[in-house]
């Protein structure tokens, strides 16, 4: 089978034996309307109002969305206009604590019979995509193709990020029970979880619990960034090649991040909704406890911060994610939301400083190699700098992942595959014209 590019990277794991601990719960939560792709949710509550652990607080009715629960009891402070990572705006509701953490009584086991019953429970769990993506699992579990795969992204393919690995160890067996009700309710067959090779202890404990069901095997990965992407992880577990245009379904394949099946499993046998998450904690030496937190959605950043004993004074670089996709924190007010697997503290701001350094491209072809997807980045950065719109989606630009490879393979150290974003929105917005 031909081998896809990619780069080895230092893998950071810091926190791999940093068992899962609690976060204290903060004085106030402030929860967006909108932590999936797709049409945001309108708030069900106003200001002054009281809620409990598990509620509902915003729901729509678009097919692609996620309700949204509350992750505290309290008092709804503040309904207020929120701007999103990506420029977009929705609403976030403020909700003082109380401290009582009153379960809300609509919170209790889904009846679950069929397959219609268990994506209304998906759907209804508010459960999204947990290994970033944070798409809403209800309408991914519900494809138009036969699918014969559950495909389990188990790779944790990010540097310093822990939090998948601490619950294949910690609760492999939600994993499992997460895997067998999907593959029970959407009656497919197989399952295959992939995991990287710099994880021998999860490989173990779940290979060692997979045994007892036929239809789940475990996949060693290479060490090789990026595995996790579903198309890398597609071809690399199942050698099906997802082409351009194409879903996962399109191939045979559902792909599940790790921690969202053992969510699933969870959520089936208690009706408690997507109202936390584990959220690595690592950096560099602004960090002074290392861990694995169990936070609030909705928590401020800077609470986990403090917890983590983070050096606010000289952390200059705040990321949500890892340091190859990860999204720069503007301000550490901001919530944790039910995507974001990791929050980083770093004292450097290191992509100052490369594009600083940049220099012309030596055409040494060195981030063609990289790239997973056998992209030509260069041809795609002189496209862009002449506005070529065609000769992009030649390039096929819009294949582009953001993974990163490229420009941290770059010698010269160019912002390969930042322009690639770029020259992405010239072609959607040349597109609508
Ligand atoms: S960012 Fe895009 S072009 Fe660069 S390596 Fe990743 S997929 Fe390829
Ligand atoms: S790695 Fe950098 S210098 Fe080399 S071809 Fe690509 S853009 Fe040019």
Redesign the pocket.
């Known amino acids: 089978m031909r081998k896809l590019g990619g780069i080895k990277l230092s893998h950071h794991k810091n926190t791999e034996n940093c068992k899962s601990v609690s976060l204290p719960l903060p004085a106030k939560v402030r929860i967006p309307m909108s932590m999936h792709i797709g049409a945001p949710c309108e708030p069900l509550v106003k200001k002054g109002d009281t809620v409990t652990v598990g509620q509902k607080i915003g729901d729509t009715e678009a097919f692609m969305s996620a309700p949204i629960h509350s992750s505290v009891s309290g008092k709804v402070t503040a309904i207020a206009d929120y701007r999103l990572s990506n420029g977009r705006t929705c609403k976030i509701v403020e909700i003082q604590t109380d401290g009582e953490q009153s379960v809300c009584p609509d919170v209790k086991p889904p009846e679950v019979n069929d397959k219609a019953g268990f994506l209304k429970a998906v759907r209804e769990s508010g459960l999204v995509g947990m290994g970033g993506a944070s798409f809403p699992a209800h309408v991914k579990l519900a494809p138009k193709q036969e699918v014969d795969t559950l495909c389990i992204n188990a790779a944790e393919c990010e540097p310093y990020i822990t939090s998948d690995y601490r619950q294949m160890v910690e609760a492999p067996e939600e994993v499992i029970d997460g895997v067998l009700q999907v593959m029970k309710y959407l009656s497919i067959p197989k399952c295959v979880i992939g995991i990287e090779s710099n994880k021998p202890e999860a490989i173990r404990i779940l290979t060692e619990k997979a045994k007892a069901h036929s239809g789940i095997t475990v996949h060693t990965l290479p060490c090789t960034y990026p595995q996790g992407a579903e198309k890398v992880l597609i071809y690399n577990t199942l050698g099906r090649i997802v082409m351009e245009g194409q879903l996962p379904a399109d191939q045979g394949a559902i792909v599940m991040n790790v921690s969202s099946v053992a969510f699933i499993s969870r959520y089936l046998k208690t009706g408690m909704p997507m109202i936390s998450r584990m959220v690595t904690v690592d950096g560099d030496d602004v960090i002074g406890k290392r861990c694995n937190a169990v936070v609030p959605v909705g928590t401020p950043v800077k609470d986990v911060l403090a917890f983590a004993e983070c050096d606010m004074e000289r952390a200059e670089r705040l990321l949500y994610g890892g340091p190859m996709m990860g999204v720069s924190i503007s301000d550490a007010e901001d919530p944790v939301i039910k995507a974001n697997n990791a929050i980083l503290a770093f004292k450097k701001f290191p992509s100052k400083e490369a594009s600083q350094k940049a220099s012309a491209?030596?055409?040494?072809?060195?981030?063609?190699s990289?790239c997973p997807l056998n992209l030509m980045?260069?041809d795609i950065?002189r496209a862009y700098a002449a506005k070529d719109t065609d000769s992009l989606n030649k390039l096929k630009v819009m294949l582009c992942m953001n993974c990163g490879c490229?420009t941290y393979?770059?010698?010269?150290k160019?912002p390969?595959a930042e322009t690639n974003q770029f020259a992405k929105v010239l072609v959607m917005a040349e597109g609508k014209k």
């Open positions: 491209c030596i055409h040494c072809g060195r981030c063609i990289a980045p260069p950065c490229c393979a770059c010698p010269a160019r390969v």
